[in-house]
Each structure stands twice: as C-alpha cells, then as structure tokens.
C-alpha cells in the first residue's frame, strides 16, 4: 500500500490540519516513508503468533463505582479560551445536536 | 403493507445510559441535572496526563443487557478511540468498541396480541460500550451566536444496541422500543428516561418497492432527534411517505446518494436535512493505547445469565400457562411491570381465581394508579385484602357492583375491609327481605311483567336498577332469579 497525495490531503482534513501545497507534497513523502519502514513487518510469518491488542500483558483492570470528588468549576473552566459564569463558549454549531 | 404500494425497512440504533453512579471510565457523577461543569474531572474533559480506568458496574450492567437480548460474548472485548472533532467531544476521540464489541448477534422478540402486525423476532446486530458525549446548547442572546457546552454529560456509559433492518412499519418499531425499555427495567439496567437522554434513538429507513426486475430500495436515510416513542412513529411514518414521494419524482435508488441525516422536528411534525458532516465514515478507529482489554470467562458468563431473572417474555409464558390468563392479559400485567406482576400473583394465589384478579387488577386497580399517578407499592390495598375481596364475590357474598365500591371505598379511606364494608351499609338481604322487594318491583311494573311473560327475559334487566334504588344491598344476580320465578308463578 503506497501514500497518494490525496490520502494526505483528506487524513489532513479529518485532522482539522490546513496544509500549504508544498506541506501536503512534502508529507506525502515523509508519511510514505514511515508506513514503508512499518511495512517491513508484514515480511514476517506471523501465522504461529497470538493477535495483540494492547502492548501490556494486562486484562480486566477496573475500579469500583465510587463517587470521587469532581473539579470545581472554576478548576475546570480555567483553560477554557473563551467562557461564562457557567459553560465553555464556542462558535455557534446548530443543526447537529444529537446523540453520535 | 397496510395499502401502501412499498415496504418501510426500519432498523435502529439505541444508546442506553446505564445505571452506575460514576462514569465509564472516571469517578465524576452522573447524576442527571446537577449545574453545569460541576461533574468533570481531567479524564472527562480531557487534560493531558489524566488516564482512564474502566467502570467495572458499567460492565456487569452492559453484560446483563446483553445476555437479556440473547448475545453471543466473545472471550475478549477492547477499546477503540472513535476519532473526529465537535465542541462537545473534549478528547477530540470518543472511547468506543469497533471491531471487538463486548457483544453481538443477540434478539429480541415483539409481538401483538391485538394482531396488527405478525410476531418478529428483531436480530441485534450488536451492543457495545462507549462514553457520552458533553451537551450543547445555543445562544443567542444580545446578538452573540455562541454555543455553551456543559462536559456533566461527557464520559457517562452508553450502550449501543444496533438492531438488524428487521422492523417494517412504525407500529412494529414502537413495540420494539416498548419492549425493549421493559426488558431494561426488568433487569434493572437503565431509568430509561427519553426527557433526561438515557434513552435515545436513531433510525435508519429506507423503502423497498416491488418492480418487474425485482426488489427496488430508496436511499437509506438515518433520522435523529426523536425523543419520544411517539415522536418516533411519527417521524418514521412521515419519512417513509416523504421518501416514497422523492422516489417519485426522481426515481433515486440506494447507492445514488450518499446516505442522508435527518433531523425530527417535533414542532412541524417534519423530518429536514441535517448539514453533511464533513468526510465522516472516516472516524479512523484505532485501538486506545490506555485501556487494557475485558476478558470474560465461560463460567462468568453463565454466573450472569443464571443471576438475569424471569425476563418479560418468560413471564408472559408463564402466566399464561401457570394462570391461564390469556394472552393479552398477561400481556397488560408484565407490560406494567414486575411490581404489578408480583400483586398479581400474590392476590391470584390468595383468592384461587386468577382471571377475576387478573380483571380486578387491569381494571379497577390500574384505573386507580393512573389517576393517582402512583405504584403499585403505593397502593393502598395489599394482595391479602383484595384477594379476601374477591373470594367474596366469587362466592357471591358481594355482587361486583358492590365489590368495586367497597374497594373504592379501601381505596378513598384507606380502611380495611370490614370497615369498609361496614361503612357502606352492606349487609346481606335476607331472602324473605328480597321476596317482599320482588313483589314491590313487579307490582309497580307490569308493563316489565307483560313483556317478560311474552318471552322478552331482558325486560328484566331494568328491574335491577330499581333494586338496587330501593335497597343498595339487592343482589342483581338474586332479583333476576327471584323475579324470573315469581313472574313464572303469575
């Protein structure tokens, strides 16, 4: 699988990245390189070896459903770039305002 | 279907808020209603370095539902970051299940016992976990158009019950989502409350129309915004109509467009186009570096299953054959819940005659809740005395008539029976005392006696009414015999 420009450029989208066209050439290279080096690994017979989904041999780590103290508000807000006496502040988004 | 010249192809996607205390992967509350931001932490609205540790009731919750729907669980489940950008998103990704939901390939079955639509079992394609997102909310006031955005929400455990597109009309859609909501609180999983978002759901629908080469479908459309039942056979049946007119007018098919997001708007009974989020199949799912896979054991599993209890549709079986009650009694008890269910039996177990209690509680019981706006736990009159109640009137101590306002009169006065009985002035007539009664009826009444005498026994029937005006204590069934023999004597 090779980069093609285009991938860069959507993937940049997604990523709310706005690139000048010499950024968008450069990195199709630069990205191609590292999923070329990552590549060398499917030269491996991996057909004995267990799937991996995690990197530690660890499951099942959990906490109770206790109740721990919350940031105050004014703890919480502190970095907001723009607020009020209650909310974060953002540029106004209508129509999409359901469940994901 | 139902004279329409297509079939409405429904599937849904259900977000559950689970019942814990704490959110899926922080301690914060989710106490619904608290002031904004006062619910948040560093995991929640994502500040760098804060870690996530899985709620584990979160889990035992979305297991049991699973398990309730008839899901296969594979031995191990694991968390993806679900990636894309919105104010209410803090993380910039949303911790959810891609390729190894903790479930999947479940059921749940829905019926009709008035028959409007067949019996269907609606396949579960799959339910898995995942944390809400923060809430928004527009303003517009002196002239500013922000939008503020409370993170209470953010980090709260859903889970996402996906359904296959089995459902084919809005009726049946209402009835998977009423049964669904009773499988949940059965087992107790979720308040499932549609007003304070711990229930929410989306549709997909499209239409299929029959056509000489085959089997033809519009574009699938997903609709949101529905927050009610009702809002969502609504919804549903005016979209169906809505795309059955676009497919007339332009004759697109799936796969002409790209899939469209519609929004309910409950004001103007319509559905309208959402704006397209930008490039959004690519949410570029990738496994969260910070959370460590769920493994399930067999024997954990089973341990679950074992502890689910009777589930609606068992019970429904069950009361059906241990009561024989029909169908769509049963049906109106389990409906109301198990509370309902556990007086039901109780009371059917103390009077030895389940359908009267069966109608007794459907009836006069049921009527009270609702225009009391209680439980049944708040009811005043406990399983023994109803029962008591009841053997009376089987064994003809009481008719119904007075029946029903002794138990109004427990009801209004909080009185045991005796009290109550006594309050009203019952006593048994004695049957010298009904006689004398008859013989006044018939008497004053021989335009009734004509007409009785010509074969006209219903005639009879307006005797009663003058009974009980005479005597509150005449037993209907008592004046029509007595009356019926004496007639026959003239």
């Not at chain 2, 079955?109 to 995942?130: S, T």
């Not at chain 2, 819940?337 to 177990?349: N, T």
């Not at chain 2, 399983?383 to 306002?405: F, H, I, K, N, Y």
């Not at chain 2, 009985?421 to 004695?430: D, P």
């Amino acid at each position: 699988m090779s980069l093609t420009r285009a991938d860069v450029e959507k993937v940049s989208l997604l990523a709310r990245l706005a690139l000048t066209p010499d950024e968008l050439d450069a990195l199709t290279v630069q990205l191609g390189e590292i999923i070329r080096y990552v590549q060398q690994l499917g030269e491996l017979d991996t057909r004995d070896v267990q799937p991996l989904s995690h990197a530690m041999d660890l499951t099942n780590v959990f906490a109770d459903d206790t109740l721990l103290p919350s940031l105050d508000r004014e703890q919480a807000l502190a970095n907001a770039p723009k607020r009020d006496a209650e909310c974060y502040r953002v540029p106004a988004m209508l129509g999409d305002e359901s469940s994901r | 279907m139902n004279g329409t010249p297509y079939t409405t192809v429904i599937g849904l996607e259900v977000h559950v808020q689970l019942k814990t205390r704490t959110k899926l992967f922080c301690r914060c509350s989710t106490a619904f209603g608290a002031a904004p931001n006062t619910q948040t932490c560093p995991v929640c609205i994502g500040l760098p370095g804060s870690l996530p540790v899985m709620n584990r009731q979160a889990y035992v919750l979305a297991l049991k539902t699973a398990l309730a729907l008839h899901c296969d669980i594979p031995a191990c489940t694991k968390w993806d970051r679900k990636n894309y950008f919105y104010p209410d998103l803090p993380k910039g990704y949303q911790i959810s299940q891609f390729d190894l939901p903790m479930s999947r390939d479940g059921y749940l079955d829905i019926g009709d016992p008035q028959g409007r639509f067949p019996d269907r079992r609606v396949r579960i394609l799959r339910a898995h976990l995942e944390e809400d997102a923060g809430k928004s909310m527009h303003d517009e006031v002196a002239g500013r158009a922000d939008s503020r955005i409370d993170l209470n929400r953010a980090g709260t455990p859903l889970l996402e019950i996906v359904t296959h597109p089995d459902l084919r009309s809005p009726e049946e859609t209402k009835a998977y989502l009423t049964e669904l909501k009773l499988l949940l609180s059965y087992i107790d999983v979720s308040d499932c409350n549609m007003q304070e978002g711990s229930l929410r759901v989306d549709a997909n629908v499209n239409l299929h129309l029959p056509s000489p080469s085959g089997t033809i479908a519009t574009p699938i459309v997903e609709i949101k915004n529905m927050n009610s039942f009702r809002a969502v056979e609504r919804a549903l049946a005016f979209e169906a109509a809505r795309q059955y007119q676009v497919w007339q007018e332009t004759g697109r098919k799936l796969g002409d467009v790209p899939k469209q997001t519609r929004g309910w708007d409950d004001q103007a009974q319509v559905t309208r186009a959402q704006r397209h989020k930008e490039e959004s199949s690519d949410y570029r799912y990738f496994p969260d570096p910070d959370l460590v896979p769920v493994r399930v054991t067999p024997a954990e599993i089973d341990a679950a299953r074992a502890a689910l209890g009777e589930l609606p549709a068992a019970l429904r079986d069950r009361l059906v054959t241990t009561y024989a009650l029909d169908r769509y009694d049963a049906d109106v008890l389990v409906n109301q819940g198990r509370p309902l269910v556990d007086y039901f039996e109780q009371v059917a177990a103390q009077c030895q005659d389940p359908k009267r209690a069966s109608n007794w509680i459907q009836q006069d019981v049921l009527r009270t809740l609702n225009e009391r706006g209680i439980g049944i736990a708040e009811f005043a009159v406990a399983p023994p005395v109803l029962a008591e109640l009841l053997r009376m009137v089987g064994s003809g101590t009481l008719d119904t008539m007075r029946g029903r306002q002794v138990l109004q009169q427990m009801v209004d006065t909080g009185s045991d029976l005796a009290t109550a009985i006594a309050a009203l002035g019952i006593t048994e007539m004695s049957d010298e005392a009904l006689v004398t009664l008859c013989r006044e009826l018939l008497a004053a009444n021989p335009k009734i006696v004509a007409d009785v005498k010509n074969g006209k026994q219903q005639a009879l029937g307006a005797l009663i009414g003058q009974a009980r005006k005479r005597n509150p204590n005449a037993d209907p069934t008592r004046v029509r015999k007595v009356c019926a023999e004496l007639i026959e004597e003239m």
